[in-house]
Each structure stands twice: as structure tokens, then as C-alpha cells.
């Protein structure tokens, strides 16, 4: 696929330029960055654009607040956190299209960078909807999109609006494309891919694609608890689609039919509150208690996951094994990611892993410096892996 990319932008200085980044960045109840990767990874094009006099404009979601406007959704907070990588600052508007943005825009010298406020905060962002598209690209003269991350999604921000303005792939997706492409178009055999996280819903039908691609899929997380459920087994107050019960079950058959040995924990550490250091024990899967609810895999069960990367030429990561960002439930994440470390450091493994979480365990791990490759995407990692196309990529074909 050919898209143009800032190298074809000449003169842009005092041009309008609407940015799509990722900066769906993890957050503490305090408003705090916990992970600024994806926050890093957008620098370089922000600073390019600005150097050049252009006027930058990001547009951004922040969780899925669903068309409503949610206090704890804004991305003002993450303003702030943006100005102190950038060494510039940078403003922010309450809102990404209207009398606000467009005042916001009106007061922007050649080089300043401002912020819009969640895009997800309309509801015409993910509709994709036209008058919203237009309503956005009304603002800018030029269209970059650096957020691959998010080109799995044909939203407003990262697909509509690339059609209806002169549009440039941003140095990290072109870098992300590319890096990607060199480590898994021909990967080695046997490949292993890891899924676990939160996301069950928007992941678990990309399983049934991703069996026929890997030699090994284990199952973690909360995504291990709808196929345990789907088992029969009672997983008490776990997170769990129980309503995808017959897709856990259609993927167990295509790993099977596709020689794909799934992998799932035989045993949890459970709770009773989702706090850090609640009360815990390990259980088998089959014996977890109806009050309590699993957050990480046991010891066996990591031991299971270990000997999988051991036999593994080829790793693909994406989704935390456990609720990490609460001690002690980081233990399963922590332990997976340093053994894949250690082994890519003694040249066994090639270690590629993405996803907004899944980045910020590998770095609470210690392991992020020593994998292959991190890549900020979770979600359109899997997609571009299983060959899909992603919407926010090809919408900048030329
Ligand atoms: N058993 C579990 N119960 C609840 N949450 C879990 C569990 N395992 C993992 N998680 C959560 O999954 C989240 C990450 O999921 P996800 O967003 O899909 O990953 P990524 O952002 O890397 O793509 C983390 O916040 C983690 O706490
Ligand atoms: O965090 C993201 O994806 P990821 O959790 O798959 O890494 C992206 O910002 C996309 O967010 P979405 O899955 O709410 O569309």
C-alpha cells in the first residue's frame, strides 16, 4: 500500500494541520500518565510539523465514553502531560468541532500545538458520520494520521476526515507499518501468540482468524475467563462475556481443525475486591469460589505459559494475563514478560508485543527494552496480523 507521508509535505508553514494521535494513554484515578509510550511515540511528528511553522492540531480519543461527554473521558489532563514531553506547551479546547475549536485554532501562531477534546465525546466519531467528518476537517487545511493504534477503526477522526482533506501518514504510523512488516511478514516457526486484557469483545472474533496463523495461542486474562466459562466451568464474578460462549467455543474448534494448540490457565489467583493488595488465593480453575472473581493466572498456569515461549521461535503479544496494575495481580504479566525477555535476549525468540496496557505492564515488568519490537497498537496490531485491512490506513492510500 503507498500513502504519502510528511516527506511529501512542502511548504506547511502557518497551515492548518489536523493530527490524529493516540493518546489513549493509561491513567490513574488521579489524572495521572502512568505509561507515557504512546505519549513519546507521537513527539517526533508533532516536533517536525511545528519546526516547519505549521499550526498543529490533534484530535484524539480517550477511553469509550459512547457520544456523551464524561468528565473522567477528558483529555485535558493528558494536555498537560503531552506539554511536558514536548518542552512547548500546549493548548486545549473543550471541544473538537464548534465555536471552540475553532476560536482555539483562530489564536494558534505558526509553530503551537493545540489539543481538541475527545473526539468520542460525539457521537458522530464512531458512526462515521458525514456532517461530523466535515465539521472536523473544516478546521485544517492538511490531514496527517500517526495514530495506528487506532486505524483499526473506521471513526470520523482517523477515516472520514482522510477522505475529504489532502491526508499524510505521520512518522509513527509509517514507522509502526514498516517495523511490523520487517519482523512478522515471514516469521519463524513456531509462532506463539499471547491474548489476554479487557478488550474481550472487540478481540475475541480475531482469534478464530489468528488460530489458522499460529502454532500456539495462550488464552489470559479476562479473555481466558469467557473461554472457561464457555467450558461450563463457574467463574464466579470474573470478567467475562458469558453471551460469547459460542464464539469461545467455534475458536476452540478452528484451533483444532487448524493444528492450533490453545493454551489455557489451570489454575487463578482470586479475590473478593478489585483493590491492590486484597486479600488472595490460588485456586483451580474449576474450584473458584462464586463470590470471588479471578485476576491473574497461578503459578502453574505461568509455568504453562513459560514453557509455551520456550518452545516458541516467535512471540505476539497482546493483553496483560492479569489485572497488573494492582499488586500482587502483576505477578502472571510480570513473570511471562521477563522470561520472553530473557529469552530474546539469548537470541531463542523473536518477542514482537502491542496495545496501550499491554506496553505499560511490559514496561512495570522491567522487559520492554529487551523484546524485539513494542508496538503502541493492541487491537489493530491483531487486525493488521490476521492480513485485515485497517480502515485509518487505507483511507490514506493515494
Ligand atoms: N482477570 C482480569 N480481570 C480484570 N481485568 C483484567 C484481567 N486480566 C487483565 N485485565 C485488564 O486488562 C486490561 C488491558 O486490556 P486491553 O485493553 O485489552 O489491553 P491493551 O490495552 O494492551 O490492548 C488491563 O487494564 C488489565 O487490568
Ligand atoms: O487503546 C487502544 O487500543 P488497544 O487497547 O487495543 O491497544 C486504542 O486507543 C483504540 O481504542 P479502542 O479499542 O477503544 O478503539
Known sequence: MTFKTLDDLADIKAKRVLLRVDLNVPMDDA????????????????????AKGAKVILLAHFGRPKGERVASMSLEPVAQALADYLLQPVDFADDCIGTSAEEAIEALSEGDVLLLENTRFHKGEEKNDAEFAKALAALGDIYVNDAFSAAHRAHGSTEGVARLLPSYAGRTMQAELEALAAALSTPVRPVLAVVGGAKVSSKIDLLENLVSKVDMLVIGGGMANTFLAAQGLDVGKSLCEHDLADTARKITAAAEKAGCKIILPTDAVVAREFKANAASETVAVDAV??????????????DAVKASIADAATLVWNGPLGAFEIAPFDMATVAAARFAAEQTTAGKLKSVAGGGDTVAALNHAGAAESFSYVSTAGGAFLEWLEGKELPGVKALEI
Do not use: F, H, N
Request: charged letters at 25%.
Open 31 to 50: 489524572g495521572k500518565v502512568t505509561d507515557a509510550t504512546r505519549i513519546e511515540r507521537v513527539l517526533p511528528t508533532i516536533q517536525e510539523l511545528s
Open 289 to 302: 469460589p462464586a463470590d470471588a472473581m479471578i485476576l491473574d493466572a497461578g503459578a502453574a498456569s505461568v
